[in-house]
């Protein structure tokens, strides 16, 4: 196919010419060692495969108006113990359309049996499904002698009826 334009790829300065080549050649460098480079496995990166916790919590109904409790409870993994010193709480409260009052502000949990319990007062202030969130703020202790604290969030609902 003859043409009056020469077949060259133009580019609109020295930059974009060096960053095209610093992109190719690291493209070329990426696929070269792609075989040898074992991948790091979670462990050695710091990244735990499994959650020393789980959170269980059910969504709450109650009459518009009127008060409710939300019952959460974290369990911890065996290996795993609560740190009983440090003040295990829930806290920032927010309802996604403002459908719920929350009570308090921060919410403690008891330690029962390497078990976090928290009773979070909520009243809904309009009828339907309102999604809620918050923030624990927990600690446990590992392996025996280190302590770690953690943030995890809360996700649940509050169902208002007329």
């Given amino acids: 196919m003859p043409s009056d334009q020469p077949s060259i790829i133009r580019l609109p300065g020295r930059r974009a010419a060096r960053a095209a080549l610093l992109v190719i050649w690291a493209a070329l460098a990426a696929s070269a060692t792609a075989g040898f480079c074992a991948p790091a496995r979670a462990e050695e990166v710091g990244y735990k495969l499994t959650e020393p916790y789980s959170v269980e919590v059910s969504d709450v109904t109650a009459r518009v108006g009127e008060r409710a409790v939300m019952r959460i409870t974290l369990h911890l993994r065996d290996g795993f113990r609560v740190l009983e010193a440090y003040t295990n709480r ?8 403002g459908g719920v009052a929350f009570a308090d502000k921060i919410v403690n949990g008891t330690a029962d049996n390497n078990t976090l319990v928290f009773a ?6 309009a009828p339907g499904r309102h999604p809620i969130n918050g923030v624990f703020r927990v600690g446990y202790i590992e392996g025996g002698d280190q302590m ?3 943030s995890v969030p809360l996700v649940a609902a ?3 009826q007329e």
């Fill in 148 to 150: 770690v604290m953690v």
């Fill in 158 to 160: 509050v169902i208002g």
């Fill in 120 to 125: 979070v007062p909520v009243t809904p202030t």
């Fill in 90 to 97: 829930v806290s920032r409260f927010s309802s996604l359309d």
